[in-house]
C-alpha cells in the first residue's frame, strides 16, 4: 500500500517533534498512531513528561522552535503554559501532550487509546 504524501508530512512532523522534546531531556516519549482507528480525532498523539513545570515549560517551548527551525511548521494553538502542567500542541493531525508525571498518570491518555499503535521511544540519558 503506497504513503499518502499528507501521511508522509504527518510521519515527518512526528519525527520533528519527537527529536524537539529529546532536545530538553522530555521522557517516556510515546507515540500513538490512530490512522487505523474509525473513531480517532487526529492521526497521532505524540506524548511525553517533564520533571517539573519548568522542565513542561522548556520542552514544549523546545517542540515549537524545533519543529519550526527545521520544517516550518508552527502548532494551530498550544494551551497550558500558565501553570505548565499538562501543555497540548495542535499541530492539525498531530496533538501534543507533554505533562507532570502526576497529571500523565491522572489523565492515563495511553490507556484511552490501547487499541491504537503504540511506540515507545527509549529516554536519552
Known amino acids: 500500500m503506497k504513503k499518502r504524501i499528507k501521511d508522509l508530512e504527518n510521519e515527518q512532523i512526528v519525527k ?3 527529536e524537539g522534546i529529546q532536545e530538553r531531556k522530555g521522557k517516556e516519549i510515546v ?5 487505523r482507528l474509525k473513531e480517532a480525532p487526529c492521526s497521532y498523539f505524540v506524548i511525553c513528561e517533564g520533571d517539573s513545570n519548568v522542565h513542561v515549560n522548556a520542552v514544549a517551548l523546545s517542540i515549537q522552535d ?5 520544517i516550518q511548521v508552527k ?5 497550558g503554559f500558565e501553570n505548565a502542567e499538562w501543555i497540548a500542541m495542535d499541530y492539525g493531525q498531530i496533538i501534543v501532550h507533554v505533562f507532570q508525571r502526576h497529571a500523565r498518570q491522572y489523565y492515563d491518555i495511553e490507556h484511552l487509546w490501547a487499541d491504537a499503535d503504540l ?6 540519558n
Open 31 to 35: 507515540v500513538v498512531d490512530m490512522n
Open 75 to 79: 502548532p494551530y494553538a498550544a494551551d
Open 119 to 124: 511506540q515507545k521511544i527509549e529516554n536519552l
Open 16 to 18: 520533528n517533534i519527537v
Open 66 to 70: 524545533y519543529v519550526q527551525d527545521k
